[in-house]
């Protein structure tokens, strides 16, 4: 990956949306040059998908919770097949230490947020924290130096 290829990622990261005429002018680079880049970068699984970001409180979902569910009182497989079955939840991450699962879940008001809780219960204790704002709720993210 070189600079261009970073530079690429910036402005797809940017807006998934622009054409590849525009990404051509802003990178100095022909539309063929700029289609097998991106080409390239989607086969070694640096870009893995292009999305729309969409807005919570705009549909109705803007209270933003982070759960953590500790003793967990079924097996992880069929934990997981629950958690990934809920349309709450936007993230869920099995990790080291005293918590098992962090839960990032998005509901409507706090009975939405109720009946999250009285689903995630049988499963194991859990400890939920209400986003009051946040400061970085998303990062485009690239490459350091070092890590190419």
Same mark, same amino acid.
């Given at each position: 990956m070189d600079k ?6 910036k402005? #797809?990261?940017?807006?998934? =949306?622009?054409?590849?005429? /525009?990404?051509s002018? @802003?990178?100095? *680079?022909s ?7 991106? #080409?390239?970068?989607?086969? =070694?699984?640096i870009i893995? /998908?292009?999305?729309a @970001?969409?807005? *919570?409180?705009a ?5 933003i919770?982070?759960i953590?569910?500790?003793s ?8 997981e097949q ?8 936007l ?5 080291t230490?005293?918590?098992?699962y962090?839960?990032?879940a ?15 219960m ?12 946040s400061?970085?709720?998303y ?9 190419l």
């Amino acid at each position: 990956m070189d600079k261009l290829d970073i530079d690429l990622l910036k402005l #797809l990261q940017q807006n998934a =949306r622009i054409t590849i005429s /525009e990404l051509s002018k @802003r990178i100095a *680079l022909s539309r063929p040059s700029i289609t097998e880049r991106i #080409l390239r970068l989607e086969e =070694r699984g640096i870009i893995e /998908e292009f999305t729309a @970001r969409v807005s *919570l409180p705009a549909i109705n979902r803007g209270t933003i919770l982070f759960i953590q569910l500790s003793s967990l009182k079924v097996s992880n497989s069929e934990f997981e097949q629950m958690i990934i079955r809920d349309e709450d939840v936007l993230e869920c991450h099995r990790v080291t230490g005293s918590t098992s699962y962090f839960i990032k879940a998005a509901v409507k008001d706090m009975g939405s947020m109720k009946l999250l809780i009285d689903r995630l219960m049988p499963y194991g204790d859990i400890n939920t924290s209400i986003v009051l704002e946040s400061p970085v709720p998303y990062r485009h993210i690239l490459p350091k130096e070092g890590d190419l």
